[in-house]
């Protein structure tokens, strides 16, 4: 039941309408459609009729203690209206402040106050768009300043106080478990099991830090992750793979998804054998 797919692109599209015999589903970014012409709109339901599609949203900035932009909530709900996607989600993190465009997802400072922001502005997201959103751990080069929990601790509050389900970002996690020293397979365990929807696979590079980029394979390391997730959920995962450049022959984007898929089984596997 667990299923293994591709982020949208224009650059790999011919090869996603050539092989959706192995691609189990598709995540498409949903603030390129904000705005999207009539003709763009039937484009996307043309691709819904063809394959299960998730919508994913990163212009919200719904972790943040200032309300999340009303006009923007309008515009999601208007494309998840029009194009009825299996799912949406969105990112933890903010992206203005003051008024002020940021230009990338940062994170804010993990306090209390933050994680009743986030579950207002998700309270909110439902209202308009008329679903929950999944809700996604991100990657940070710095060390949120002011934090009063770490990461786990601070995305387990989000979630039970939101009854959202988590995206769980698989290179997130290694890039910030990697940058601030933290083991990320006990950040996985101590993730509530029932509440792990769907998982995000990316590569990344050093920079000094591990970058988080879209523009390079899944690491080993990623793979690992994925497993264990397996091993440790006990619901059905949808698992994106995500590039946003520097794209591969497709044959070699299929290849991922089918070690993802071999990831998966043998999660499900060590799950089955730990309950004997």
Not at 1 to 22: Q, T
Not at 43 to 69: C, F, I, M, N, Y
Not at 248 to 262: G, H, I, K, S, Y
Request: aromatic share 4%.
């Amino acid at each position: 039941m667990d299923r293994v797919g591709l982020g949208w692109r224009p650059e790999i599209a011919s090869g996603i309408f050539a092989r959706l015999d192995r691609i189990d589903v598709v995540e498409v970014m949903a603030d390129d459609y904000f705005d999207a012409s009539a003709r763009e709109v039937r484009a996307l339901r043309t691709l819904v009729s063809q394959v299960p599609v998730q919508l994913h949203g990163v212009s919200l900035g719904l972790a943040s203690t200032s309300k999340v932009d009303e006009r923007r909530l309008k515009k999601m709900a208007r494309v998840l209206d029009a194009v009825r996607p299996e799912s949406w989600s969105e990112h933890l993190a903010f992206v203005r402040g003051g008024g002020v465009e940021i230009g990338h997802l940062a994170a804010p400072p993990r306090t209390r106050s933050t994680i009743d922001g986030a579950a207002s502005n998700l309270v909110r997201a439902t209202r308009v768009t008329g679903s929950r959103p999944l809700v996604e751990n991100i990657a940070t080069l710095i060390d949120p300043p002011g934090s009063e929990l770490d990461e786990g601790e601070w995305i387990r509050d989000i979630l039970h106080a939101t009854n959202c389900d988590l995206l769980l970002d698989l290179h997130n996690l290694h890039a910030n478990a990697v940058n601030f020293g933290f083991d990320a397979r006990e950040f996985i365990d101590r993730l509530p099991a029932d509440r792990i929807g769907a998982v995000h696979l990316a590569g990344g590079k050093w920079i000094g830090r591990l970058l988080d980029d879209h523009l390079h394979d899944v690491p080993d390391e990623v793979y690992a992750l994925l497993e264990r997730t397996a091993e440790h959920s006990n619901r059905p995962l949808t698992v994106i793979l995500e590039r946003d450049g520097n794209f591969p022959p497709m044959n070699e984007l299929l290849a991922q998804l089918d070690r993802a898929r071999e990831a998966l089984k043998a999660g499900r596997r060590a799950r089955e054998l730990a309950r004997v």
